[in-house]
């Protein structure tokens, strides 16, 4: 059946079957609906749209073709839904020649090479898609292809469960992949791409592989139970952010042979190689990140490259917390937490004869270890979380709060400890108080100081905003809310101006997309209540009605810590506070005009207080 020049055909409930050529073939400006069709037995691809020929396509279902499944090469509007594809001798859907797609609910079964490849500047967008038993890749994106892909799942492929290569740059959203004997996702070849809010299970090779020259980007990823790395990066950069790996067959993450990495709030757990292994030549940055349960050393370094490791735990590791075994002064390590490790930590730099210097980390030690780098010395009283927070200008109500709540949670982890049982505690707090105040700084530290005591895993800070939380389509906002509210799992989710996910309830007519957000933080509250918390930031008037917008919230934040605005005084502090970070002095009849002009600022709800006093001073800095 041919389709072409502005030739148009609707087809419903029809059959094409054995076609020695195409089964559907449209090319010039032809146009075709097809509703409730089938095609199958063809000896070439069963369905091509090509030069500006275009497409509407519902419940067509292609079988058991020599060839390709669906052929897309053409800049008109295409748009398959509820369709499949189920046994190919080549790719289900191949899409080339930047044609742009509309792929909704498409079901790819035994197709050959490919389930679905987009190549050659293709785009478009594919939703809630999948693709199974594929002799091949189950989604690969070449040679420029830019598409979007949302909810994708695919399984039991004998290569990669995603592929991208030759600077392709697409963007996977919600992908699952399952069960593959290569990578889950497998990056080369000077690929881009970026995936957010994925699974990986059960792949035969590496959860996630980022190899010669690709440069991706990762958020929110769950690797489990790969046979080998769960994350591989070789002569490629990667930047993993809010993932979890756990369960690896080796490493769980592995940078290579010129390699780079830049990991943020990542666990990597139960691995039966270590947590994190820099190879020779490999380079990067890890940042409150926790390492724990891995077979061998938490974090391993044995390249001589630069390094930066902050603001980590490495813990009950079956080796050393973090081990060095070539010394090297481009080793940064700053805030690491180490504790419960099988050996001790050992760390350092080249001496004058070429022998490396051991080093262990105070915290990992037992009482006969070795002293601790004077790096980890000096860092234990400046960056200690209480003493930075003691050390903040101001705000004497707000420390002594949170420290009356330190107690409390080491009383109960004492009283664990001796064999009694916990008091009960209010975990979720609400920080009331105008902008400016400190309220972002004080939840980081409070997160430190749990993580420090063992009441949170690893005390990290995930702040929101009510966009962060809400989507705009029903049933959206559930999904959304608890994607994030995961990503805190262990940590501190910090909710920003919370007061507006309660706003506009009692007006309008439409659906209350905050309350939903509202109701399902509730939910997710009780059931991790042991592993999350909670603080809700605001106007001290907005906040109280905040609370009385849901019968569970009072309960759920039985406790308010108040953020007064700061006196003129520690306005002018705050300030000299900058001058001294930025090498100024502030004169002090300096000091005194500005003292006078914080005291007849307006206190409205345009005064920012600390951030107020730093826009001065980039204003008398521009001035000089």
Known sequence: MVIAEHGELVMRACAVRDAGGNGICLNGHGRITVTDSTVTGTAKPAVAVEQHAGAVATRLAVSD???????????????????????????????????APVLRRFQLRRTREHGYLFTGQAAGTAEDCEARDVVGVGIGVADRGTTEITRAAVSACTGAGVRLSTSADPFFRRLHVVGCDGAAIEAADGALGRFENVELERCGRNGVAVLTGARTSITGASVRGTAGAGVLVREATLSLTDCEIAESGGDGVLVDSAGEIAAVRCLVRNGKGSGFLFGVGSSGTLEESEFTANNADGIGVQSELSIRIADCLVRDNHGSGLRQTRGSTALQVLDLRSTGNATRDAYGSVSASGATTATTATTAAPAAAAPAPQQQQERGAANDPISELNALVGLEGVKREVNSLVNLNLMAKRRVEAGLSAPPMARHLVFAG????????????????????????????????????????????????????????????????????????GGGTGPDFGREAIDTLLKLMEDHREDVVVIAAGYSREMAEFLRANPGMESRFSRTVEFENYSADELVTIVRS?????????????AEVLTDYFERIPKDGTFCNGRTSRKVFEVMADRQ
């Open 434 to 505: 105008a902008p400016g105040t400190g309220k972002t700084t004080v939840a980081r530290l409070y997160g430190t100081v749990l993580a420090d005591l063992g009441v949170l895993r690893s005390g990290h800070l995930v702040e929101v905003a009510r966009a962060d939380l809400v989507a705009q389509v029903i049933g959206g906002t559930a999904i959304k809310t608890t994607e994030v509210f995961n990503t805190a799992l262990g940590g501190v989710l910090f909710i920003d101006e919370a007061y507006t996910l309660a706003a506009g309830q």
């Open 65 to 99: 073709v020599a060839g390709i499944g669906f052929y897309l090469a053409s800049s008109g509007n295409i748009l398959l839904e509820d369709s499949s594809v189920t046994g190919a001798g080549a790719e289900g859907v191949f899409t080339a020649e930047s044609c």
């Open 578 to 590: 900058h001058c001294k970070r930025h090498d100024y002095r502030l004169d002090e009849s300096a």
